[in-house]
């Protein structure tokens, strides 16, 4: 039986149309081969003896017959498996890189390598002492003049340090939260990124619906999603809310979090975004502080956060579940952990609490600083005897308010030259200088078994092991982290050899096509 006569010309025209659309589409990859985020694209496609219904009725050589291709969607080249595993790792890359940069913003208060510093000051010091010990200098009041001018250099840098330190751990709350600042913190940019996504949910859905892709729609979206990743752990799922095939899936953004009640940890879930449910400004839920903004700025060690989840189709908002902190419900990763963590944790080594922070450092100071105002003023007061009980050289108890006395600075009170001999009081300070700490004559303080000296040294060695096991772990989570961007790149990314060589491909196909059409036309011509 001789086919219809212009079945063929159908099928060539069909294969015509796909293939201008393959060739639409390459240059649509070619084109935006360096747009950042863009995910490659291509042509689904079908044949219509297989898909169109009539083909169930028909027999015999008829249905062998091919009727052409059917253009189906565009869709994007992507694998959402290589999807999850980016996330996760950017999630564990963003912490250390987080905590790095801390880490670097404390060794500009403790790494003494290039400047004189507080263990010079130390130095400064027993060098005084060590020149006041003669006996025929101790009555001279240029060598107590020297000494008062190097305890004043020593107590002016403890203070700065000190000031330091608190700066540095406003900064890093100021990162958490951005209020007062110019810049966003992660609490904005997470709330924005929640916002953003939640209104794209709404928009592709509505797109899809009416058959438009919007898979530009779709490679923003992935982008906000790699970005909120890397501030707190995610797991993003698809489901078909209507549950019949053909209908768009919406897309669910889950945190995942640990929660330890009575000693016992479990992983929970609160969901941020929930696909389309509720409609814009329902679809998803923010992060807000857990307290007041001046209660916390004033003492940025004290600071939590909250989260609520989506309201979706609930008549009532969501209470926001509290206590987000160190110590409290805690992330895997994140840069907003590595905040919470810094901010948080006093690196006590017990459970929980491992991450020497601000807290860590500045109670080091502190001690430190302690330490020297206790031994100082007992060995002189001892010297001088009961009348001088209430003088001390020195005044304060902590690196921020460490200072000369009035007494000493007005003359009111002077190094002793009592004892068994005019430079003993002299003698003892300057074995204090270079004794440990505990030791018999003062076991309540503690600087770890080291001098006033060696203690500066100790911290700062205790802070480059941290920066440096922190730097090889973020090294190892970064090489990782781009090779798994590479994995995606070579799915996802456009290529210019492979798309030079499917429009080549794509070429010669709609040439053959229509080579077909004039082949027909020919017979037809027979006929």
Request: net charge negative; glycine share 8%; no cysteine.
């Amino acid at each position: 039986m001789v086919r219809a006569t212009f079945s063929g010309f159908s099928t060539a025209l069909s294969a015509l149309q796909a293939n201008q659309k393959r060739l639409d589409i390459t240059g649509q990859n070619l084109a935006n081969m360096n747009t950042v985020g863009y995910t490659r694209q291509q042509l689904e496609t079908s044949s219509f003896n297989y898909t169109h219904p009539v083909s169930h009725y028909m027999n015999g050589s008829q249905v062998t017959v091919g009727y052409g291709v059917k253009m189906d969607k565009v869709s994007q080249i992507r694998d959402p498996y290589l999807d999850v595993q980016y996330r996760e790792q950017i999630a564990d890359s963003s912490y250390n890189d987080a905590l790095q940069t801390a880490l670097d913003n404390l060794s500009n208060v403790f790494d003494e390598t290039n400047i004189a510093g507080i263990r010079q000051a130390f130095d400064d010091i027993q060098s005084t002492l060590t020149n006041m010990q003669d006996p025929s200098k101790i009555n001279n009041p240029i060598y107590e003049s020297e000494l008062q001018v190097r305890m004043k250099s020593l107590t002016n840098l403890l203070n700065e340090a000190a000031r330091q330190l608190e700066a540095e751990e406003l900064a890093e709350f100021q990162h958490l939260d951005g209020t007062g600042t110019s810049e966003q913190g992660a609490i904005q940019k997470i709330n924005e990124i929640l916002k953003q996504v939640g209104d794209l949910n709404v928009q592709i859905k509505q797109n899809q619906i009416h058959g438009q892709p919007s898979l530009e729609l779709l490679d923003e979206r992935n982008i906000l999603l790699d970005e909120l990743a890397s501030y707190i752990p995610i797991e993003v799922s698809y489901y078909n809310e209507e549950k019949f095939e053909g209908w768009p899936d919406d897309l669910k953004v889950e945190m995942v979090y640990s929660s330890t009640v009575n000693g016992t940890t479990t992983t929970e879930r609160l969901t941020l975004i929930d696909g389309t449910k509720g409609g814009s400004g329902k679809n998803y839920g923010e992060v807000t502080l857990d307290g007041t903004y001046s209660t916390i700025v004033n003492d940025p060690t004290t600071v939590s956060l909250a989260f609520r989840e989506a309201q979706g189709e609930s008549s009532t908002e969501p209470a926001p579940v509290t206590g987000f902190k160190a110590g409290g419900k805690t992330f895997s990763s994140g840069s907003v952990q590595a905040g919470l963590d810094m901010l948080g944790q006093a690196g006590t080594g017990a459970s929980g609490d491992t991450v020497r922070g601000y807290q860590y450092y500045m109670k080091s100071l502190d001690s430190l600083a302690n330490s020297f105002i206790t031994v100082i003023n007992t060995i002189n007061k001892d010297s001088l005897g009961a009348a001088y009980t209430g003088k001390d050289l020195l005044t304060g108890d902590k690196a921020a308010n460490i200072g000369l006395s009035n007494d000493w600075i007005s003359g009111a009170v002077k190094i002793s030259r009592n004892g068994e001999s005019t430079n003993d009081t002299v003698l003892k300070m300057l074995a204090a200088m270079t004794n440990t700490y505990p030791n018999d004559e003062f076991p309540g303080l503690n600087l770890d078994g080291n001098s006033f000296t060696d203690y500066m040294n100790h911290v700062s060695t205790i802070l480059a092991n941290d920066s440096r096991i922190n730097q090889s772990t973020l090294e190892t989570n970064v090489t990782i982290l781009n090779g798994i961007q590479e994995s995606r790149d070579s799915i996802s990314a456009v290529s210019l050899d492979e798309e030079a060589t499917n429009m080549m491909t794509y070429l010669s196909a709609y040439n053959a096509a229509s080579r077909l059409m004039t082949t027909l036309d020919e017979a037809l011509n027979t006929l």
